[in-house]
């Protein structure tokens, strides 16, 4: 997979409201001005994949307590090079959580979204603030997983109710636009029984 490949799915993506919309444009803009868009060399902005990550019943969602963003928040990670964000959301899921048994419940993008980075200092240098152009995916895991911290990213893992994740992320944007989305959406994705 390559950046024509992103692209393609980027556009073959069918948005769920204006958010998402306006996104896909400016993503696409991106892969159009910017040859260095899957690695942090673009200090603009760069993508990033995140996981959604549900028990089998759809009741909990599984989440980190993120160190920069002293918040509880869905997996994932910066996309590094590599194309093919399904994988990076998978890896990026493995490292920070622990666990080994990934399901992807639906094929293809489940959301996206420009997500804005405060300037933050990481492993002991700066970053200025810039925007992630995040592709989210659907996986399915199993609570019966182990889970464990990834102490230079987050201070834990663990099984949070879906009508409870605003209690946890004191993030605005993400409880309030992002994380209510992504419920919508998996109401209308079916259980396999």
């Given at each position: 997979m390559n950046l024509k490949d992103l692209e393609k799915q980027i556009?073959?993506?069918?948005?769920?409201?204006?958010?998402e919309k306006q996104d896909q444009k400016v993503m696409l803009a991106?892969?159009?001005?910017?040859?260095?868009?899957?690695?942090?060399?673009?200090?603009?902005?760069h993508f990033t994949a995140s996981s959604w990550v549900v028990n089998p019943e759809?009741?909990?969602?599984?989440?980190?307590?993120h160190n920069i963003y002293q918040s509880?928040?869905?997996?994932?990670?910066?996309?590094?090079?590599?194309?093919?964000?399904?994988?990076?959301?998978?890896?990026?899921?493995?490292?920070?959580?622990?666990?080994?048994?990934?399901?992807?419940?639906?094929?293809?993008?489940?959301?996206?979204?420009?997500?804005?980075?405060?300037?933050?200092?990481?492993r002991g240098k700066y970053v200025s603030s810039h925007v992630h152009l995040n592709l989210t995916y659907l996986l399915e895991v199993s609570e019966e997983e182990m889970l464990t911290?990834?102490?230079?990213?987050?201070?834990?893992?663990?099984?949070?109710?879906?009508?409870?994740?605003n209690q946890y992320c004191t993030e605005e944007w993400m409880k309030q636009k992002v994380y209510p989305k992504l419920?919508?959406?998996l109401k209308n994705i079916k259980k396999c029984d």
């Open positions: 556009q073959a993506y069918q948005p769920e409201n204006e958010q991106y892969i159009q001005n910017f040859d260095n868009v899957l690695t942090r060399e673009n200090e603009f902005g759809r009741t909990k969602v599984l989440m980190i307590y509880w928040t869905w997996t994932g990670g910066h996309a590094d090079g590599e194309a093919d964000l399904l994988q990076t959301a998978i890896r990026e899921l493995k490292e920070e959580t622990g666990i080994e048994h990934v399901k992807v419940l639906k094929d293809g993008i489940y959301s996206l979204e420009i997500i804005c980075v405060n300037g933050h200092v990481k911290m990834k102490p230079d990213e987050n201070q834990g893992a663990k099984w949070i109710p879906i009508e409870e994740i419920n919508e959406k």
